[in-house]
């Protein structure tokens, strides 16, 4: 099987930083898009940010510039580097890997457990 799991969440004030991680682990060909979504209390989930594994990266208009998503192929880890924290970005962020288990296989979308940041005014 694959396993997502995430670190690096917890506390922090208005305009400090944190650094997510996200590594996968189990059966693995191939990892194509990873992603970071993000889930407050009584919101739907929304999406914060991915990159290919060619490295091109997009982003949620709510974070460009602050947040910066970043890989390592060779660990299967994604990371998501957050400066300028906002209260509003006060969430549970998931990371999300479409990873493929053979050669010609099709990829199959996993998700982390949740890690939650909570940013305090």
């Known amino acids: 099987q694959v396993q997502l799991v995430e670190s690096g969440g917890g506390l922090v004030q208005a305009g400090g930083s944190l650094r997510l991680s996200c590594a996968a682990s189990?059966?693995?060909?191939?990892?194509?898009?990873m992603a970071w979504y993000r889930q407050a209390p009584g919101n739907q989930r929304e999406w914060v940010a991915s990159?290919?594994?060619?490295?091109?990266?997009n982003y949620a208009d709510s974070v460009k510039g602050r947040f910066t998503i970043s890989r390592d192929n060779a660990k299967n880890t994604q990371y998501l580097q957050m400066s300028s924290l906002k209260p509003e970005d006060t969430a549970v962020y998931y990371c999300?890997?479409?990873?493929?288990?053979?050669?010609?296989?099709?990829?199959?979308?996993?998700w982390g457990q949740g890690t939650q940041v909570t940013v305090s005014s």
């Open positions: 189990g059966i693995i060909f191939s990892v194509s898009p």
């Open positions: 999300k890997a479409a990873v493929r288990k053979r050669l010609g296989g099709q990829f199959t979308d996993y």
């Open positions: 990159i290919t594994s060619g490295g091109a990266t």
